[in-house]
Every structure is written in C-alpha cells, then in structure tokens.
C-alpha cells in the first residue's frame, strides 16, 4: 500500500530540537573533560615544582646545618692556652637575633675551606645568615656572609652571597634545656656568655615560585593552603659538650593524657 494513503507519517530522521540536545550535551561533556585534564596537568606541574623546592631547600639546610653543627665558643680558659691574651686577640661570637619573618644568626664556625694552598686562611671563620629584600621580585633571598678567617671585629662580615631565592621565612631556635627558646641568643651577654646551646631547630620556608608574587592566588592545592613548601630539622651542636646549659631540665616526667 502507497504510505502516502495510509493515514500514517514515516519519521525516519531526527528532529531539529534533537540534534541541538545532543550537541548541547557532547559540548559540555568536552568543556568537563578539558577542565579536568587541565586541572590534572596543573596539579602535576605543582607537584613537580614542590619537589623541586624541596630539593632545593635541603640543599639550603646542608648547607646552614654544617656552618651551626661546627659553630665553636673559646672561653677564658681557651684563651690563656693560645698565650698571652694581651698580646693576642682571639674572638668568637654566637648569636641568634629574631625577627619579624626571618631570624638573624651570626656565628664562628670551624667549617670554612680554604681555596688556596698556603693562602692567608684558616679553617675556621665568621658568618651571617639573614633575609634581605630583592628588588627585583618584591620577595626576600636568603643570604649568607663569610670572611675566610675570624675577624677582629665582628662589624666586619665579609663577603655576601645569595644562598636561596624566594626564602618566605627563616626561623632558628635554641634548645635551653627544658624548651625551644624563640627569643634571642647572645653569647656576649651575661646571660648566655660563652654558651652554645646544645641543639637547634632550625626550619625554613620558601614560596613555590620564587619569581611569581602572584603565587598565593595561582595554587591549584586549593583555598586555604599555603602556596609554600617547609622544611624543619634539628641539629646538634658537637662543640657544646662540657658545656653548661641555659636552663636545668625536668627532673621528672609528666605524661599527658591523650
């Protein structure tokens, strides 16, 4: 029988308002697959960037840790056995001077290497460590000063060197004996004279991207976490045995409940 008399329409193709639902729908399921691979990408490349200043700040704490692991005090009694203290000036320093972002720590130390064979140098010398603005980025650097031996005066602290870029905050902390001091430390002064501390805490934090202050509102870790990376350790001072500490420990245990 001829369809064109059968009373009934042969509708073999899709509607208009069809095609348009289906494109609407591929359309968004490629806008949701694009976000979640570009979100999977920048996860991934912040990932590879936290170990990368990760890395970066182990190296740094090597560093710092061998100059304060060797860091050395030479009392009066030291003195008397170098010869005639009138005739001979023989100093040292330790110092730990907190600031607001980042501590200040000024220290001999037996660490230094001389460069030269039979150059005017020895193996111990005086260094600073602090955070200085950079210009260039609006963010602070962490910078290392050294003189090749000990100085007479400690104003003079050698050469500068920039030890880690986009270093957010230093922090160094001494042991007193019952508890981690966050106040300053100063070997010249009566309270602490010629007293190292037997151990240090000592942690450092530094942006994800050190060239980027924009960094904060670009961390794909979500609101709420900071966009830097913190690495913490304790170190123990080998030339503070026989030394006094600051303050007696606990002479009996407490147990807290958990």
């Not at 970066?56 to 860091?71: C, F, G, H, P, S």
């Not at 000990?150 to 905050?169: C, H, M, T, Y």
């Not at 979500?222 to 503070?240: A, D």
Request: aromatic residues 6%; hydrophobic residues 35%.
């Amino acid at each position: 029988m001829d369809p064109r008399f059968s009373g009934q329409d042969d509708q073999s193709g899709f509607s208009l308002l069809e095609v348009i639902l289906s494109l609407g729908i591929l359309v968004t399921l490629s806008l949701a697959l694009t976000a979640m691979l570009r979100a999977n990408l920048d996860i991934r490349d912040s990932l590879s960037q936290n170990s990368r200043v990760s890395h970066k700040l182990a190296r740094v704490i090597e560093r710092v840790a061998l100059d304060l692991e060797l860091a050395y005090l030479i009392s009066d009694k030291d003195i008397e056995r170098f010869g005639n203290p009138g005739a001979r000036k023989i100093s040292s320093i330790f110092q730990i001077i907190p600031g607001s972002k980042g501590d200040e720590v000024r220290l001999t130390t037996y660490s230094h290497s001389p460069l030269k064979k039979d150059s005017k140098e020895s193996d111990t010398s005086f260094v600073v460590y602090r955070l200085e603005d950079d210009k260039d980025t609006g963010r602070t650097n962490l910078v290392r000063l050294a003189t090749p031996r000990v100085p007479e005066s400690f104003s003079d602290e050698g050469d500068a060197r920039i030890l880690a870029k986009g270093i957010s905050e230093f922090r160094v902390q001494a042991w007193r004996g019952d508890q981690w001091s966050k106040d300053r430390w100063d070997s010249t002064r009566r309270e602490w004279k010629n007293i190292l501390p037997k151990m240090i805490r000592l942690e450092i934090s530094a942006w994800e991207d050190p060239a980027d202050p924009e960094s904060r509102s670009n961390s794909v870790l979500g609101q709420g976490q900071e966009p830097f990376v913190k690495i913490q350790t304790v170190l123990y001072l080998m030339n503070s045995i026989g030394m006094k500490e600051l303050r007696a420990g606990p002479t009996s245990v407490k147990w807290e409940k958990l």
